[in-house]
């Protein structure tokens, strides 16, 4: 791309290693905000617990709680990630476990991202045998079409093609993160990353 082109994009507020923008800032927050009403409607003013897999899902978790008034515990869990692929390979592990206890709570767990199903099917199996009163799940983003292992989230925020993501949370090779949109990354930036 062209320097000029690239300050294009820059003063537009898009980054120049994005092909295009799916989400902006504005319509994550509007979707955010009536995912906390779908979720409240389900638990209505009971306490539940959030497992959050980090890192991707920091910034949803952030957002998603600070709309929801309900009182609420939070844990994190984290799961190995793909490092500096774009593809999912092999069988996710758990790297830091939870440390509360969820015996008898109702837990949500929450993801940036649904897509071969793995992470999550380990992860619920995990959780299941602390005996939780019930578990649900809410992610931001499903891509459907590249489910390996059959799980469906009880919350979705946007179903998204086959393509590779990042901002708000979802990195590549730990980077973009950041980036308060959500965009698919170009071919040329997933090249040799540092
Ligand atoms: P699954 O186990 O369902 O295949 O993968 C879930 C995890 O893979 C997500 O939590 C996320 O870390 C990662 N992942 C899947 N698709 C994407 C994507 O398009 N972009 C990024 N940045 N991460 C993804
Ligand atoms: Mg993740």
């Known amino acids: 791309m062209t320097a000029a082109k690239s300050n294009v994009l820059r003063r ?3 980054h120049p290693d994005l092909a295009s923008v799916l989400f902006t800032d504005a319509q994550i927050k509007r979707r955010v905000h009536s995912l906390a009403a779908e979720i409240k409607a389900v638990y209505g003013a009971r306490e539940f617990t959030i497992v959050s897999l980090i890192n991707g899902a920091v910034m949803f978790t952030a957002d998603l709680m600070r709309q929801i008034d ?6 994190c ?3 190995s990630s793909y490092g500096a692929l774009t593809k ?6 758990v790297i ?3 440390t509360i ?20 099917t380990l992860v619920a199996e995990l959780i299941r045998k602390q005996k939780p009163s019930s578990l649900r799940s809410c992610v931001l983003l499903d891509k459907k079409s590249r ?3 059959p799980f469906q989230a009880d919350f979705v925020g946007f ?6 993501v990042v901002g708000y949370g979802l990195d590549f090779a730990e980077r973009y993160r950041n980036l308060p949109c959500i965009g698919v990354l170009k071919p040329a930036a997933q090249a040799a990353p540092k």
Request: charged share 30%; hydrophobic share 40%.
């Open 70 to 75: 309900n009182p609420v515990r939070l844990d």
């Open 96 to 98: 830091a476990s939870i």
């Open 101 to 120: 206890d969820i015996t008898n709570r109702d837990v949500l767990l929450v993801d940036d991202i649904l897509d071969t199903g793995k992470t999550l």
């Open 77 to 79: 869990i984290r799961v």
């Open 88 to 93: 999912s390979v092999g069988v996710p592990q």
């Open 12 to 14: 537009a507020g898009i």
């Open 159 to 164: 179903d998204i093609p086959d393509k590779f």
């Open 147 to 149: 489910r390996e292992v």
